[in-house]
């Protein structure tokens, strides 16, 4: 079930590496569950908070302007797209 998840990711984002979290309650935090492709330590995400946070929470997808520097530091400047 995860292979075809990662698979589905890859072919519908275009990328090799991709993550999935998980919303924790308590912490109101997203939390890396299933990364892809990659081997970085990821810290929680609280809800709301950053382009992976507001994807989330406001159920926009997010897609980055590779022509305007990053949008903020560590995961997300990395990032090219949040899906909710």
Do not use: Y
């Amino acid at each position: 079930m995860i292979d075809t998840i990662k698979e589905i990711i890859a072919n519908l984002v275009g990328s090799e590496e991709a993550g999935l979290f998980e919303l924790d309650p308590g912490s109101r935090c997203w939390s890396w569950w299933l990364p892809s492709g990659s081997s970085r330590c990821v810290s929680p995400v609280p809800l709301g908070s950053g382009l992976i946070g507001r994807a989330a929470t406001t159920g926009e997808i997010f897609v980055a302007d590779p022509a305007q520097p990053p949008a903020g530091p560590g995961l997300e400047a990395a990032s090219r797209r949040a899906f909710p």
